[in-house]
Each structure stands twice: as structure tokens, then as C-alpha cells.
């Protein structure tokens, strides 16, 4: 069995917030835990429970400064800050700060792997420590792990249903007859879309999961980011189309596909008993491979404690 690992948690959100609350329970310390403004450090063990509970009546998790949680002494960071684009900043920089001081890196943030992923095995190269990126690909669903554990090179693509707030909408339009601006709302409520959803209905979210799993794919012989990608979102798919798909036996799901050759993302007709017409918040992931056939993988594909599972699953394989 691994021994447990000291851990710097860096993020407070709900990923962050849930690594912290569950690292006890997988056999791990948290030894520094920081959001963009505020740390607390205790190098015999953070005391999670109040923290979040600081984080949840006044906006921070602790006294010290955020810097203090990348210089303390721990076995694995963990990046769990909001994914950004292009740069992938702050993200990628609190990565190579951990790699120049040969340490472990588990990443739920997207960024560093979908915008600079040569950069980030670059590092890795150069270092002790190791960076694994599960959580960055659907959630809990084990979708990275099985690619690395049949070899990248014998799977030959992957697609699926990567976001789970496109596949409720989907789901509800097509189930109830409403249109898509009032599923959204009823997304709102309900808190499956964020305010501004425009990261998940456009499709940029489960581009981002697509570029990951063709940077995967294609190892070191190219380098994929979210430009490389075709991408269309659902904005624009009216209850018609999903009404006229139904007549036929079909739905239409926000489907992405990765390969060595690309990334596209967009609204495909699917019949509605296949695999990838998956329901309300549920990803799913088909791999074809060289020697297994198709194998599916679904599961909830978001969520704080979700994430953390796979977050806390890359910590314990490190060695």
C-alpha cells in the first residue's frame, strides 16, 4: 500500500475544498492549503475542517500568503485553480514551481495540459517529480488511467459526452419539448450551469477534455491545444431539430472527438438507445482501440467530491 503523501492543495473551490476534506480519509496530510488570496500552513497538518469553514464566512482559508503554500514542504501539489486558457496562468507557473523543487504534481485544472502540454512534460523531464492529470478528463470516470494503462499508441481515438451541463440541456429539451433558453434557466436553478455558461453551452469545456485526450494520444510526436480545435457549442439548436431527430429514433447529443489527426466538438445525431445518448448530467467516453475493441466509460463527470476521487486516485498512484 502507497504511504501517505503530505499534500499542498492550491484552489479552495468545490475540487480544491473536497481534496482537502476527503485526503484524510485516502491516508494523506494536508500540509498547506491556499486560494488566490490566502493560505494556511502547518507542516503537522492543516486543520481542513476549519479552514473551509473560514473560506465559507469570510472568504479566506487562512492568515499566510498564497506563496507560502507553494514553499512548503510537501510530497504533492495539487492544482486546483480555474481553468484559464491561452498562457494557462496562474496554473502553470505554481506547476513548475513545485517541478524545479522535485516535486509531485496532480492537476484538476485544465490548463497547463490543453494550452501547454510540451511545456509541462518539458518540466516534467527535468525533474524528480512526476505530474498526472486525471481529474482534468471527466471527473471520476477512469478515462486517462485506462488510456495509459492499454498504452496511448493502441488506442486509436476517443469520443464521448464531455460536459455535463450541455448533455442536461440537451437531455431536457428533448425529454420535455422546452427550448433552450428556458432549460438554461432551470439549469441555473438547479445549479447544473454556472451564471455565465458560456464555457460549457459553446462547447470550450469539452474541447479542452478533447485536446488533453489527443495530447495523450499523440505523445511526444505533436502538441494540441484548444486552437487546433473545431468546435461548435448548442447555443444554437433549436427543440425543432431535437423533435424532428425523435421522429427517427435519434437525439442529438454535444459530442468530441480526439484523435492524432484533430479535435471536433459539436452537435451529432445519435440514436437514442445508443451509448452516447447518455441522460442529464452523465459523461461518457468510448475508446477504440487497436486490440480490445470499444470500450465505454461513464460516470459522473463532475463535481467536487467526484473530482477529488480521481484527484486523490493520481495521488495514490505516485510513487
Given at each position: ?49 476549519a479552514a473551509i469553514e473560514q473560506k465559507s464566512a469570510d472568504g479566506s482559508v487562512g492568515d499566510a500568503d498564497p506563496e507560502e503554500a507553494l514553499h512548503a514542504d510537501y510530497d504533492v501539489l495539487v492544482e486546483a485553480t480555474p481553468t484559464t486558457l491561452d498562457d494557462a496562468e496562474p496554473g502553470f507557473s505554481h506547476v513548475r514551481a513545485a517541478l524545479e523543487r522535485d516535486r509531485h504534481v496532480v492537476l484538476a485544472n485544465k490548463g497547463p495540459v490543453a494550452e501547454r502540454y510540451s511545456d509541462l512534460r518539458g518540466l516534467e523531464r ?194
Amino acid at each position: 500500500m502507497t504511504a501517505g503523501k503530505r499534500l499542498a492543495v492550491v484552489g479552495a473551490g468545490a475540487v480544491g475544498g473536497s481534496v482537502a476534506d476527503l485526503a484524510a480519509a485516502y491516508g494523506h496530510t494536508v500540509v498547506a492549503f491556499a486560494d488566490s488570496s490566502s493560505a494556511v500552513v502547518d507542516s503537522g497538518g492543516v486543520d481542513t475542517d476549519a479552514a473551509i469553514e473560514q473560506k465559507s464566512a469570510d472568504g479566506s482559508v487562512g492568515d499566510a500568503d498564497p506563496e507560502e503554500a507553494l514553499h512548503a514542504d510537501y510530497d504533492v501539489l495539487v492544482e486546483a485553480t480555474p481553468t484559464t486558457l491561452d498562457d494557462a496562468e496562474p496554473g502553470f507557473s505554481h506547476v513548475r514551481a513545485a517541478l524545479e523543487r522535485d516535486r509531485h504534481v496532480v492537476l484538476a485544472n485544465k490548463g497547463p495540459v490543453a494550452e501547454r502540454y510540451s511545456d509541462l512534460r518539458g518540466l516534467e523531464r527535468d525533474s524528480d517529480g512526476a505530474v498526472r492529470f486525471e481529474a482534468t478528463v471527466g471527473g471520476a470516470i477512469p478515462i486517462l488511467s485506462t488510456v495509459g494503462d492499454l498504452n496511448p499508441t493502441h488506442v486509436t481515438a476517443a469520443r464521448g459526452v464531455l460536459n455535463g451541463t450541455a448533455n442536461f440541456i440537451l437531455s431536457r429539451m428533448a425529454a420535455e419539448g422546452i427550448d433552450y433558453e428556458h432549460v438554461l434557466a432551470e439549469a441555473q436553478d438547479l445549479g447544473v450551469a454556472e451564471a455565465d455558461p458560456a464555457f460549457d453551452v459553446e462547447g470550450t469545456d469539452a474541447a479542452l477534455k478533447c485536446v488533453i485526450l489527443a495530447n495523450v494520444l499523440a505523445g511526444d510526436d505533436q502538441e494540441f491545444t484548444l486552437e487546433d480545435a473545431d468546435v461548435a457549442g448548442i447555443t444554437d439548436v433549436p427543440g425543432s431539430a431535437l423533435e424532428l431527430a425523435a421522429e427517427d429514433g435519434r437525439t442529438i447529443r454535444l459530442v468530441g472527438e480526439a484523435t492524432r489527426e484533430g479535435i471536433r466538438v459539436g452537435p451529432r445525431l445519435v440514436p437514442q438507445n445508443a451509448a452516447l445518448a447518455v441522460t442529464g448530467t452523465r459523461n461518457i467516453v468510448q475508446l477504440e482501440t487497436a486490440h480490445a475493441g470499444q470500450l465505454n466509460l461513464s460516470g459522473r463527470g463532475a463535481g467536487g467530491e467526484e473530482t477529488a476521487s480521481a484527484v486523490l486516485g493520481d495521488v495514490g498512484r505516485l510513487g
